[in-house]
């Protein structure tokens, strides 16, 4: 069966350091993987967009690898503050472009202590 | 960015009773929108696609007659809960793709309690 699952239902990591979670799939072949954070009470927003071809991607703070082989993403937040406390959400999508459904992981909920 | 607002924010009704949540994509067109669904401390569950001028496409399990959508235009879908009950009560969200974009951009939320 078809099953996305990021790593732990709850991460708690002390300020400044490197917080890493893992999103990992089965019997899916995602044309490309997102990762989202969440508020709670709040939609989510989008982070980063990795395709199939990509190996990483970066943007500030913020690192994803897509490993296909492995069926696996890492998503990193470096030098970590309070403020990126929430859950973080990785999706796929089996086609190519935006109109196509996406399926989420569960989240990681993420706590960074000052 | 792309905009995508929902409203109401949050609705309480008694069972019984039908509720409509607004989707809007404020500052571009989408003639396909989506439809989630999240139980607390749950990750948002895809219900259905809704496509411009056409049916919606429902996933497994969600019952159309139920949970009807309307995507009357480029900019708005609806979706009404149908004689709500309890266990309906949820965060439904909305999302929208803007064109030749693969991001889908998300409204905030609506909270809907049945009673």
């Known amino acids: 069966s078809q099953k996305i699952e990021q790593n732990s239902e709850a991460l708690n990591i002390q300020e400044g350091k490197t917080a890493t979670l893992t999103c990992n799939y089965t019997?899916?072949?995602?044309?490309?993987l997102q990762w989202y954070r969440q508020d709670p009470g709040r939609g989510p927003v989008f982070l980063l967009l990795i395709r199939e071809n990509e190996k990483e991607k970066r943007k500030e703070r913020l690192k994803v690898t897509f490993d296909t082989t492995l069926k696996q993403s890492l998503f990193h937040i470096t030098a970590s503050q309070p403020a990126d406390s929430a859950t973080y959400l990785c999706?796929?999508?089996?086609?190519?472009?935006?109109?196509?459904?996406?399926?989420f992981g569960a989240g990681t909920r993420l706590a960074v202590h000052p | 960015g792309a905009v995508v607002s929902q409203h109401p924010s949050w609705v309480i009704c008694k069972s019984g009773t039908s509720v409509k949540i607004e989707c809007r994509s404020l500052?571009?067109?989408?003639?396909?929108m989506f439809w989630y669904r999240q139980f607390p401390k749950q990750s948002l569950m895809l219900m259905a696609t809704s496509n411009e001028g056409s049916k919606a496409t429902y996933e497994q399990g969600v019952e159309k007659d139920k949970f009807l959508i309307n995507h009357a235009s480029l900019t708005l879908s609806t979706l009404t809960v149908t004689s709500a009950h309890p266990e309906d009560s949820s965060f439904y969200i909305c999302?929208?793709?803007?064109?030749?974009?693969?991001?889908?951009?998300f409204g905030p939320g609506t909270r809907l309690l049945v009673l």
């Open positions: 999706a796929l999508a089996e086609g190519s472009g935006g109109y196509n459904k996406l399926i």
């Open positions: 019997n899916y072949s995602p044309a490309y």
């Open positions: 999302s929208a793709p803007p064109p030749l974009v693969e991001t889908q951009y």
């Open positions: 500052d571009f067109q989408a003639t396909t």
